[in-house]
């Protein structure tokens, strides 16, 4: 796999601490990952709930591999939620990998790693299939090309396992997020469900490689959770079933 670019290549986040929690920014203005100094485990961003909306549709998930590891928001709560999930996190910018203990992010291990690398290289070369794959990728600049383009997503579709699941993160009023959301729909047959947050910052995209979202509409019914996850993601859950319905009466 290619190497990345030097350290100097790469812009260094800063930390932002308040009263109740830390964040992780690129600019004061766009926060990359928020953390409630409580909680530390918890998912503080509305996105973030909504993403872990694919357990709707995989509730069991065995391998896991996000693109992107900001505070390492997903990754925390995938690692202590789900402990028969293996979780590999690509991240590019070595300034952020490095400020992995400031957010209780989870030492490498057998379940757990993080590795410096592309994301785009690191799907086209699919040295994994996982059954959940999360791109929430961003720099200064917003979602970087690389993380957009249809052969990413191309790359996406033929990493996953056959019923595997895609999950992206766009932003709400991205000038190109019409466009990202159709290459999806090509690479993926049609099979995307888009699901705007309560903030209308957001557009979190899902893309079922196999029969996911037919199974979610069948059943319905919650995945097996710990009562501090479930109340998490009760609001999300309800957000995905109410996106769903127009696809059961279609």
Same mark, same amino acid.
């Given at each position: 796999?290619?190497? #990345?670019?030097? !350290? !100097?290549?790469?812009? /260094? ?8 929690? /830390?964040? +992780? ?22 996105? #973030?709930? #909504? ?17 992107? +590891? ?5 990754? /925390? ?24 203990? &400031? ?13 410096? #690398? ?29 993380? !957009? ?20 993160? +766009? ?27 309560? &903030? ?8 079922? /490689? ?6 979610? &509409? ?6 097996? +959770? ?23 009466? !279609?």
């Amino acid at each position: 796999m290619p190497d #990345t670019l030097d !350290a !100097a290549d790469h812009v /260094k986040p800063f930390v932002y601490e308040s009263l109740t929690s /830390k964040a +992780l920014h690129f600019s004061i203005s766009a926060i990359q990952s928020r953390m409630k100094l409580r909680d530390p485990y918890a998912l503080d961003l509305e996105y #973030t709930r #909504t993403m872990m909306g694919f357990l709707l549709f995989n509730p069991e998930p065995r391998q896991i591999v996000m693109i992107g +590891l900001g505070g390492g928001s997903l990754a /925390k709560f995938c690692f202590h939620h789900l402990p028969h999930a293996s979780i590999q996190v690509a991240e590019i910018n070595p300034h952020v990998i490095a400020l992995r203990d &400031e957010f209780h992010v989870p030492p490498d291990g057998e379940r757990f790693r993080v590795i410096e #690398t592309d994301g785009a290289q690191f799907v086209r070369h699919r040295v994994t299939r996982p059954d959940v794959l999360i791109v929430d990728g961003f720099d200064t600049e917003g979602q970087p090309p690389r993380l !957009a383009s249809q052969r990413f997503y191309d790359d996406c579709h033929e990493m996953l396992q056959p019923d595997g699941i895609l999950v992206v993160n +766009l932003h709400y009023g991205h000038r190109q997020r019409d466009a990202f959301i159709e290459r999806i729909r090509r690479s993926f047959d049609g099979a995307v469900l888009v699901v705007d947050d309560g &903030e209308l910052s957001n557009s979190v995209v899902f893309a079922s /490689k196999g029969h996911a979202f037919s199974q979610a &509409e069948r059943e319905g019914s919650p995945p097996p +959770l710990s009562p501090s996850a479930g109340e998490q993601l009760a609001e999300a859950f309800a957000l995905i079933r109410r996106a769903l319905k127009p696809r059961r009466q !279609a």
